[in-house]
């Protein structure tokens, strides 16, 4: 079975764009998200999400824009996104850390 998290793309809350975006510093998903249940029927496909991230480098305010097709893949990407992954917050031009928010998209896939 293999999990691919494409990259983040970075889409800014305030007007101004960042001087620098929001990166993936740390909770990757991985083969062993999987829900269980997805994995025995087969289940794939790619979930796209989109949140915030905060100054802090939390993800909040996770909504999926790109549904998989299956229910138990979508609530996965959420629930990591918020609770395990951690960002280097967004910069201004002086440095300051800002919100951000950025879509990520998941691509599924089952080899079985």
């Not at 809350?13 to 990166?23: L, Q």
């Not at 796209?48 to 802090?56: C, G, P, Q, R």
């Not at 909504?63 to 992954?85: E, K």
Request: with cysteine; proline share 8%.
């Amino acid at each position: 079975m293999i999990l691919l998290l494409a990259a983040l793309a970075a889409v800014q809350v305030p007007a101004e764009p960042p001087a620098v975006p929001a990166k993936i510093l740390s909770g990757i998903i991985t083969v062993a998200d999987y829900p269980p249940a997805a994995l025995k029927r087969g289940a794939e496909g790619t979930t796209k999400v989109w949140f915030v991230v905060t100054t802090e480098g939390r993800a909040t305010d996770c909504r999926v824009v790109q549904s998989s097709g299956h229910a138990d893949l979508d609530a996965v990407v959420c629930r990591l996104a918020t609770g395990r992954m951690r960002f280097t917050p967004a910069l201004d031009a002086k440095g300051n850390a800002r919100p951000m928010s950025a879509v990520m998209p998941v691509r599924w896939m089952a080899d079985l």
